[in-house]
């Protein structure tokens, strides 16, 4: 298993969406395997594979408090939404930046798991939220990008004087 380079906003790559995986096989395996790892180690909820610049549509999620539930979601597409939630949002790709973002309370996803057998999973509250959150990144888009343009700006002014002050 390898740690994986986490892109950091606002990296063009971030923006790439992500293609379905046309087959799970064991490259697909291992990539879930160094993305699980990788989030781990970042202490973070989920991540999806456009944030280590592998653009194919695949998530892992863990938001359990004993970090041993892990979520595999292979091609996620939401097939039912409802509610409304507002939980305040963290990205591994953002880092010590959070902010809240309007998303369905609860879901309905299909999915194909890292054997490649499709699932089906209701989910709600942390979990429905991560899931949203991860499946935008595949699509090419940051949390912080739900933001007006003058906050997003002001985001990217205060991380360009941050990194440049620890390089
Ligand atoms: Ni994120």
């Known amino acids: 298993m390898a740690l994986l380079k986490i892109l950091l906003y606002p990296d063009e790559r971030l923006h790439i969406v992500a293609d379905p995986v046309s087959k799970v096989n064991e490259e697909t395996r291992l990539l879930v395997r160094d993305m699980a790892e990788t989030m781990y180690s970042a202490r973070g909820i989920g991540l999806a594979a456009t944030q280590v610049d592998v653009h194919q549509r695949v998530i892992v999620i863990d938001v359990s408090d004993t970090h041993d539930t892990l979520y595999v979601f292979i091609n996620p597409e939401i097939v039912a939404r409802s509610g409304e939630s507002d939980y305040e949002e963290g990205c591994l790709s953002v ?73």
Not at 129 to 147: A, N, P, S, T
């Open 95 to 167: 880092p010590g930046v959070f902010g809240k973002v309007s998303r369905a309370h609860q879901i309905t996803v299909n999915a194909l798991d890292a054997d490649g057998q499709p699932f089906t999973l209701d989910a709600d509250g942390v979990l429905a939220v991560c899931i949203q959150h991860e499946m935008d990144h595949l699509l090419g888009k940051v949390f912080v990008e739900y933001w007006s343009q003058m906050k997003q700006s002001r985001l990217r002014t205060k991380l360009k004087k941050q990194r440049r002050k620890v390089m």
